[in-house]
C-alpha cells in the first residue's frame, strides 16, 4: 500500500494483477493492469510506492521487473512507463514477496526475500549497490516484510522472520568516474551486482545496523 500527497490510496490487488486507487476517504477512483508483460501489465504485483512527481513504483514479482508507471499529465492514467529486469526473487514461495521504497532522491530500493537482501537502484533502474544476506546475525534478514526510508535517508526493513524492526544507515557512494570504470585497482571493492556485471568503488561499503528494541 502507497499514499500520495493528495491522499490517495495505492494498493496491489496481487491475485487479480491489478493495481487499485482509493480516495482518502475509501472509495474506488479507478484501477490499472491485468496479466501480461505489456506497460502496465503485471504477473503477481506486491511491493508499491508513489513518488511526489505521480510516478507509481511496482514489484511486478513473476515478470522479474519493476514498472515505473508514470501518470499521464494530472491524471490516474498511465500510458507510459520506465521498466528493469531483476536478477532475483527466485521461486515461486509464499514468502518470495518483495516490497520497495522510494526517496526523496526517487532511489529504489527494492527486497529480494529469498535472498535476505535489499537492492537500490537510481529511479531509471541504475544499479547502486546490494547489502545483506539470509539469517539471524544484526546485518542479516530473515524475510523482509516492509521497506521504508526516513527523512534522514535510513532504511528500515521489517523482518518478520526473525520478529525485529531493522535500521540501516547508509554510506554515502563514492564518485565513479565514467572513463575509469574498467580499471580495477588494488583498493577496489567489487560489489554483487544483481545484472551480473561487476560494479567498482574505490573503497569498501559497510552498512551499520542500528539495535532496537
Given amino acids: 500500500m502507497a499514499v500520495d500527497d493528495e491522499g490517495r490510496v495505492f494498493i496491489t490487488d496481487t491475485g487479480n494483477k491489478r493495481v487499485v486507487i482509493f ?3 475509501g472509495n474506488a477512483l479507478t484501477s490499472f493492469g491485468g496479466a501480461g508483460l505489456e506497460v502496465g501489465q503485471f504477473d503477481e504485483p506486491v511491493g508499491i510506492d508513489v513518488d511526489d512527481q ?4 511496482i514489484a511486478d514479482t513473476w515478470n522479474d521487473r519493476i514498472q515505473v508507471m508514470i501518470p499521464d499529465g494530472d491524471s490516474l492514467t498511465y500510458s507510459t512507463n520506465i521498466e528493469w529486469e531483476i536478477e532475483g526473487w527466485y521461486g515461486d514461495s509464499l514468502d518470495n514477496k518483495p516490497f520497495l521504497t522510494v ?3 526517487y532511489n529504489v ?3 529480494d526475500p529469498i535472498l535476505g537482501r535489499v537492492l537500490e537502484f537510481t ?5 547502486l549497490r546490494t547489502w545483506g544476506t539470509y539469517g ?4 542479516e534478514i530473515g524475510v523482509a516484510g516492509g521497506l521504508a526510508v526516513d527523512p534522514e535517508g535510513r532504511v528500515w526493513v521489517a523482518d518478520s ?11 554515502e557512494l563514492p564518485v565513479v568516474d565514467d ?8 583498493d577496489s571493492q567489487i560489489l554483487d551486482n544483481p545484472f551480473g556485471e561487476e560494479t567498482q568503488v574505490e573503497e569498501e561499503t559497510q552498512v551499520d545496523v542500528e539495535p532496537t528494541n
Avoid: H, K, Q
Avoid at 520478529?163 to 544507515?169: D, N, P, V, W, Y
Fill in 23 to 25: 480516495d482518502s476517504e
Fill in 54 to 57: 505521480g510516478r507509481v513504483y
Fill in 103 to 105: 526517496d526523496e532522491d
Fill in 109 to 111: 530500493f527494492v527486497s
Fill in 123 to 127: 529511479g531509471d533502474g541504475t544499479f
Fill in 136 to 139: 539471524i546475525a544484526a546485518s
Fill in 161 to 171: 522472520l526473525n520478529s525485529r524492526l531493522m535500521i540501516f544507515t547508509l554510506p
Fill in 179 to 186: 572513463t575509469a570504470v574498467d580499471t580495477v585497482t588494488e
